[in-house]
Every structure is written in C-alpha cells, then in structure tokens.
C-alpha cells in the first residue's frame, strides 16, 4: 500500500522559511512524479511543485517560483519542499502527492496523497 507522510508544517513569520518532508513508501518511486499542492481556506487545490523522480527534473507554480524549492532523497524515499520568503498567501495545507501524471499540475495525474500538512504565515 502506498503511503505518503508530510511534515515540517507549522506557524511562520512573513518573510521566514519552512521545510516540508514528504515520506514514501509502498512503491517503486523511480517512475513516477512527486508534487506539492496545497489549498487554502474557500479555495480549489493548486499545483505547487513537482519533481520527477527518475532525473530530477523540476517544476513550479508561477506564484512560489524562484522562493520554493522541491528535491528528493532517494535514499530515503522522500520529498522535500523547501518554502523561503514566506508571504501570508502561502497559508494553506500543503500536499504530497504520487503519480505518472504527464502534466505535472494535473491533479488528475496523481492517485495517492497525503494527508497533509497545516503551513500559516503570520504578517
């Protein structure tokens, strides 16, 4: 059974930064993507980054791009969201997701999730 754990959610200053831990299990990752979505209060979940495991390609929201950076251990089958210069928008709960998605902010193109993780940027 697929499983995907996040962590390293929490309470944050405007301008600060956080990381989030997503922790994998269940599969042979090394085909799949890896993406980070969140969804905010009222809102429609939004893509925020994607990683493809096998070669690392890279994808990001035009909103955190240049402030966010997604990588993987895989050694440790995990995925990491690394959040800096925080802004009170960026308050949501923020998701790992697995899948052969072709369009990396497809959420069509993920079949397990997180539960998820609570980030609150304070202003």
């Known amino acids: 059974q697929v499983q995907l754990v996040e962590s390293g959610g929490g309470l944050v200053q405007a301008g600060g930064s956080l990381r989030l831990s997503c922790a994998a299990s269940?599969?042979?990752?090394?085909?799949?993507?890896m993406g980070w979505f969140r969804q905010a209060p009222g809102k429609e979940r939004e893509f925020v980054a994607a990683?493809?495991?096998?070669?690392?390609?890279?994808y990001y929201a035009g909103s955190v791009k240049g402030r966010f950076a997604i990588s993987r251990d895989s050694a440790k089958n995990t995925v990491y969201l690394r959040m800096n210069s925080l802004k009170s928008e960026d308050t949501a709960v923020y998701y790992c997701?697995?899948?052969?998605?072709?369009?990396?902010?497809?959420?069509?193109?993920?079949?397990?999730w997180g539960q998820g993780t609570q980030v609150t940027v304070s202003s």
């Open positions: 997701a697995t899948g052969r998605a072709v369009v990396v902010g497809d959420r069509v193109g993920y079949d397990y």
């Open positions: 269940g599969r042979t990752f090394s085909s799949y993507t």
């Open positions: 990683i493809r495991w096998s070669g690392g390609s890279t």
